[in-house]
């Protein structure tokens, strides 16, 4: 699990490593942690999976991959995993979730795929829905349009504003 | 635009980014060319975008907790309410999508006391009711996205 010294770290890191000579050494400096200290635990929390990949987190729409459509469907609780561990395999899919049914939102799987355009996104996902044996569950496709925020997933402390209110 | 350096820095650095003193220099290395060269391609991959950052990519809910969240805003108020929900730090994401359900954003926050918190105050500032959908579970590994950068 994270000790307090890891959580410190990822909330520095988890900002971006510095592009500079020396990263590890400058995210050491603003946790108060040695240099080699920074790198022994990305390295460990990277084998226990803690870290899930460390490395370049790509903006997919500047790069060309305008289309991107989540998919949701209602499928047996007791096939969810295995059908979102079939799902994952797939190079072309970025996501892929199990979420809670709600009232008049029945689905409980959610898969996310990128691509160039809307064609080859809805290519690829009746590829998908062949190889997973989908076709016979509910489903929903939800290409985005504009993108109003995007940035990585950066993990937030209460701010002062929302603990006084 | 892109130059063969920054496609191999989008395509063979999304994992296993070195986790040593010099990483630059030991990309360097592995590319044959020199370390302020690298510096200078990830500096212009962050200046035009093309990339959010270097770092590590975090399973959901193991600091903090997340959800999806949706909602239903009428076209002509979606770009003002859009807007008020991304001035949350805790907001990550804010996407339009094609559905009746047509504003689609995460939430991240340090326990569930706070994401509530930022729920109820989003409701509030936009008068619409936003379903919430946490993360049950995480099927995905994430091994990166392998590119095509040819017309780039």
Same mark, same amino acid.
């Given at each position: 699990?994270?000790?307090?010294?890891?959580?410190?770290?990822?909330?520095?890191?988890?900002?971006?490593?510095?592009?500079?000579?020396?990263?590890?050494?400058?995210?050491?400096?603003?946790?108060?942690?040695?240099?080699?200290?920074?790198?022994?635990?990305?390295?460990?929390?990277?084998?226990?999976?803690?870290?899930?990949?460390?490395?370049?987190?790509?903006?997919?729409?500047?790069?060309?991959?305008?289309?991107?459509?989540?998919?949701?469907?209602?499928?047996?609780?007791?096939?969810?995993?295995?059908?979102?561990?079939?799902?994952?395999?797939?190079?072309?899919?970025?996501?892929?979730?199990?979420?809670?049914?709600?009232?008049?939102?029945?689905?409980?799987?959610?898969?996310?795929?990128?691509?160039?355009?809307?064609?080859?996104?809805?290519?690829?996902?009746?590829?998908?829905?062949?190889?997973?044996?989908?076709?016979?569950?509910?489903?929903?496709?939800?290409?985005?349009?504009?993108?109003?925020?995007?940035?990585?997933?950066?993990?937030?402390?209460?701010?002062?504003?929302?603990?006084?209110? | 635009?892109?130059?063969?350096?920054?496609?191999?820095?989008?395509?063979?650095?999304?994992?296993?980014?070195?986790?040593?003193?010099?990483?630059?220099?030991?990309?360097?290395?592995?590319?044959?060319?020199?370390?302020?060269?690298?510096?200078?391609?990830?500096?212009?991959?962050?200046?035009?975008?093309?990339?959010?950052?270097?770092?590590?990519?975090?399973?959901?809910? *193991?600091?903090?907790?997340?959800?999806? #969240?949706?909602?239903?805003?009428?076209?002509?108020? +979606?770009? /003002? $309410?859009? &807007?008020? %929900?991304?001035?949350?730090?805790?907001?990550?994401?804010?996407?339009?999508?094609? *559905?009746?359900?047509?504003?689609?954003? #995460?939430?991240?926050?340090?326990?569930?006391?706070? +994401?509530? /918190? $930022?729920? &109820?105050? %989003?409701?509030?500032?936009?008068?619409?009711?936003?379903?919430?959908?946490?993360?049950?579970?995480?099927?995905?590994?994430?091994?990166?996205?392998?590119?095509?950068?040819?017309?780039?």
């Amino acid at each position: 699990m994270l000790d307090v010294k890891d959580r410190q770290l990822l909330e520095h890191i988890q900002l971006g490593l510095p592009v500079c000579s020396r990263p590890y050494l400058e995210i050491g400096r603003l946790c108060d942690m040695p240099e080699a200290e920074v790198i022994d635990r990305l390295t460990r929390l990277k084998q226990q999976g803690l870290i899930k990949r460390m490395g370049v987190i790509v903006k997919h729409r500047q790069l060309g991959y305008r289309a991107n459509a989540m998919t949701v469907w209602n499928v047996p609780d007791n096939l969810v995993k295995q059908l979102g561990g079939h799902i994952s395999r797939f190079s072309f899919v970025t996501l892929c979730y199990q979420r809670p049914r709600q009232p008049e939102w029945p689905y409980n799987l959610y898969c996310m795929i990128h691509g160039k355009d809307k064609a080859t996104v809805l290519k690829q996902l009746d590829q998908l829905i062949d190889a997973c044996g989908l076709s016979g569950f509910d489903k929903e496709i939800l290409f985005s349009n504009r993108c109003f925020k995007q940035r990585g997933a950066i993990y937030q402390n209460p701010t002062p504003a929302l603990a006084d209110g | 635009m892109l130059s063969p350096l920054h496609k191999q820095l989008l395509n063979d650095y999304q994992r296993d980014f070195p986790l040593s003193a010099r990483p630059y220099q030991d990309i360097a290395d592995a590319l044959g060319v020199t370390e302020a060269e690298v510096l200078s391609a990830f500096t212009e991959l962050n200046d035009n975008n093309f990339i959010s950052r270097i770092g590590p990519v975090i399973p959901p809910n *193991h600091i903090g907790v997340s959800a999806l #969240v949706a909602m239903s805003v009428p076209e002509s108020q +979606l770009q /003002a $309410v859009a &807007d008020k %929900i991304s001035a949350y730090p805790e907001v990550n994401h804010n996407y339009e999508r094609e *559905h009746r359900l047509n504003l689609w954003f #995460v939430v991240i926050a340090s326990d569930a006391e706070h +994401l509530r /918190a $930022v729920i &109820d105050s %989003i409701e509030r500032e936009t008068s619409y009711p936003a379903m919430l959908l946490p993360m049950l579970d995480d099927f995905f590994i994430d091994l990166g996205f392998k590119l095509d950068l040819n017309n780039a």
